[in-house]
Structure formats: C-alpha cells, structure tokens
C-alpha cells in the first residue's frame, strides 16, 4: 500500500511539473515576442514603446505566429510603428544626421537647413537620392519661428527649441530650396547647397573639402580607399606641387592617387564660396555663375604648369579603373544638353552622378543598419542582409525609411 501510494505521488508530481514546464515554455515564447517588439521600437525611436503601442505590435506579430515564411514580414510591418513616434525624427535621425554637416563629425550642432532636409526626405519616403542634387529645402511651417535667413542658423535653433514634432509635415515642410533661398534652381543640390553644408565646406580652402566629405557621408569612403595614381594627372591644379619635399616620386606614388580623381569633379564646385571667416558662424553661401571663385587658382607658382580651371565643368575619371568597382550608373540622364555619362557642368549634375552610384545605395544602407543595430555588419549573415537591403533599398524607389523597419527586423533577437 506504502508502495502504490508512493508511485502515485511521484506520478502526480511529474504531471505538476510538466504543467509548469508547458506554462513556462509559453510565457517564454511570450516574453520572447515582447522583447523583440520593444528593441525595434527602441531601436528605431530611441525610446521605449507605451503598454499600447507594445501591445499593438505583438498583435501583428502573433497573426500566423507558426508561418515562418510571413514572421519577417510581420516584424517589419511591427516595426513600423516606431516611425509614429516623434523621437525617431527628432533624436534619431537628427544624431545620425548631424555628424554629416560638420567637419569635427560630431553629433553635438543644433538643427540646421541641412539635417532637416534629410529628416524630411526621410519621412516623406520618396527617391532619396534626391539628397544631392533636389531643389529642395525643409523648414519650419510655424509663422512664430524667427523666418528662415541664408545668413543665419537661429530659424532651425528656434524650431528644435520648440520640441516639435518633426515628423509632423504640419511641423516641418517641403519647399522649393530656389525659392526660400534665392539660388537658382540649376545651381541647387541638395544638401550641398544647404547653408549648414557651405558654412561647413566651402569656407575659405579650395572647395576640396565639399568633395571629400560627400564622398564620406554619402558613399562611404574616405579619399584614402579610392586613391587611384593610374588616373591621368592632367586636371590637378596649380597649387599641388609636383615635387613634394623636393621629390616627384612623392606626387606619382601618392598625391596623384586623390587628386587626379577629386579635382576633376571637385570643378563642380567652382562657382561657390562661403562669405565669412572660417571659425565664424557669420557669412552665407554665394553662387556667382560663369565667374570661378579665386580659390580654384591660389597658390598657382606650386606648379604654374598646373591645371587652371575655366568653368565649373566635372569629369569623373573614376569610372574606369579600379573605382568603377563603385558602380558608376552608365544611363544616367542630367537632365542637361552637352552632358555624357560622367562629364557634365555644375553641382547639381555631380550630385546626380553619385548619388545614382551603387556605392550611396549601400552606403545609406549600412549607415541606417549601423545606427539601428548598434554594430557593423560583421558576419557573412549580416552581409547578406546588408545586400538584400540594398536591392530592396533600389526597388522601392530609394525609400529609406524601409531601411530603418527592416534593419530593425532583423537585429529584433531570437
């Protein structure tokens, strides 16, 4: 009798625990799903989700929880929630936005012409491409707002201050960047012709920084990783010097690399100069069509041999070589008479012919991947995902928006 009834309790408290076992097993997989929902929100937002919204992405997480094949997708439709959130516009985007407009590439700068124009593109949802040679400018819609000045900056200081929604097209507008800032709109492009982007990069030097930190922010190389000293030299201006130290194997095996690239497209910029001092917030951007700025011919007795420039007229010498590997767009349409794949005039048509490069597109999509998931890609899975983002990034008309709900998809856990 000792023994029956021993049996039977152990019998019952193997089904105990079972039962508990069963229950904990399904609040694992619960809490799994709800942690997952709250790192993509917080990814994406930088803030946590309310118990509504939270509860509203594992609603569209739980529909056909088996179907492995739609998990992805519902994620990714999970995931968008987080673009409600104002945070997303007005922290996010803007602190990786930010180091772009600056040389120190710091995140510490107030809102400017040029950051907000890329938190509207993204919101908008449109080709983001648009980035580097739109005309098109974001400013504030609110009358109370100091108005919008090419010579000052306190518009956007006013607008960030006020803690507005910036994703709120009621909050923060799309306008005509030729119309709100006198350029003409041949002459605009972009975030290139931002007063944040020349206060930054065509005060006084030699309009080569404009170049080498587009380059940076929007095809992810630095001068360094495309050096080429194959490229004909023939454009290089007068005030690199051929014998550096004294020493031509210098220029041949060195300054040649960047400079018989850069300075051929850098000529796109001949016609801008930022007004003030370098160090002063003071100054504002200057177009002077048909009418080269001095710093394209300072420093000419370096090399009087040089080349001097005539006109704003870019030649991308880097299609061919081994740069072509950026993958250079051979159908490209500037949209400008006496134009062929890459030779054209202006910065408008430069912007076009990077930003039309496979180099931005995967640019864009490591930067976005970078920002939500905190890492690098790393692993051979990360690449992969990186590169389906990209062809997907192409196919929906550069929507970069996408590349935020996807990215955070897949860096959600297990």
């Not at 709800?34 to 509504?52: E, F, L, S």
Request: some cysteine; hydrophobic content about 35%.
């Amino acid at each position: 009798m000792g023994k029956h009834n021993s049996v039977s309790f152990a019998l019952k408290v193997g089904l105990v625990m079972l039962g508990v076992t069963s229950l904990l097993a399904g609040t694992s997989v619960h809490a799994g799903a709800r942690d997952q929902a709250k790192r993509m929100y917080d990814r994406i937002a930088g803030v946590p989700p309310t118990a509504i919204q939270l509860e509203a992405m594992l609603d569209i997480m739980d529909v056909n929880r088996d179907n492995v094949t739609d998990s992805e997708a519902l994620a990714i439709q999970a995931a968008e929630l987080a673009f409600d959130s104002p945070s997303f516009y007005n922290v996010t985007l803007k602190n990786m936005v930010t180091p772009w407009t600056n040389e120190e590439q710091t995140q510490f700068s107030d809102l400017n012409d040029f950051t907000a124009t890329v938190i509207g593109l993204v919101r908008d949802g449109g080709d983001f491409r648009e980035v580097l040679y739109g005309d098109v400018i974001y400013v504030g819609a609110d009358s109370t707002l100091t108005p919008y000045s090419v010579a000052g900056n306190q518009h956007y200081i006013d607008l960030e201050a006020s803690g507005a929604d910036l994703g709120d097209s009621a909050v923060l507008r799309r306008e005509a960047q030729s119309s709100v800032t006198g350029l003409p709109a041949a002459a605009t492009a972009g975030v290139m012709t931002t007063r944040a982007a020349a206060h930054a990069f065509f005060v006084a030097g030699t309009n080569r920084a404009m170049f080498r930190f587009t380059l940076m922010n929007f095809m992810c190389n630095d001068l360094e990783q495309v050096k080429d000293i194959s490229r004909s030299p023939d454009r290089v201006r007068q005030d690199v010097s051929r014998s550096p130290g004294g020493d031509s194997r210098i220029f041949m095996n060195s300054c040649v690399g960047c400079h018989a690239g850069m300075d051929p497209m850098a000529q796109a910029f001949a016609y801008y100069e930022w007004s003030g001092e370098e160090g002063s917030a003071e100054g504002q951007l200057q177009y002077t069509p048909g009418q080269v700025q001095g710093k394209y011919r300072i420093n000419a007795d370096n090399f009087r041999y040089g080349y001097v420039t005539p006109d704003d007229r870019w030649d991308n010498y880097w299609r061919e070589g081994q740069n072509a590997v950026l993958g250079w767009d051979n159908a490209i349409n500037y949209g400008v008479s006496g134009c062929s794949s890459g030779s054209c005039r202006g910065a408008k048509t430069l912007g076009m012919e990077l930003a039309h490069s496979d180099a931005f597109a995967e640019c864009k999509v490591k930067q976005v991947f970078e920002t939500v998931c905190l890492h690098e890609p790393a692993t051979s899975h990360d690449h992969s995902q990186v590169s389906s983002m990209v062809s997907a990034f192409q196919g929906n008309n550069y929507n970069l928006k996408g590349v935020f709900s996807e990215s955070a998809a897949y860096c959600r856990g297990d």
